[in-house]
């Protein structure tokens, strides 16, 4: 995929480590160790995800145009 992936994934991951949607705001409240990990590992599923649709969308919107 390459660099621009790489950085949109990072801002992605920042964007949804800042504003902890649910279940990340879950575990960040619950203040233990194991809560500050999962909130990160939330917050790198919920980038994996975005960026990879938005990839995808853009993959096809540039094939069929």
């Keep these: 995929y390459g660099i621009y992936t790489l950085i949109l994934l990072f801002f992605f991951f920042r964007f949804f480590d800042i504003v902890k949607i649910q279940p990340a705001k879950y575990y960040d409240n619950s203040k233990t160790a194991f809560g500050v990990m999962m909130d990160d590992v939330i917050a790198g599923i919920y980038a994996g995800l975005s960026a990879f649709a938005l ?4 993959s096809v919107i540039i094939t069929h145009t």
């Design 55 to 58: 990839v995808y969308i853009a």
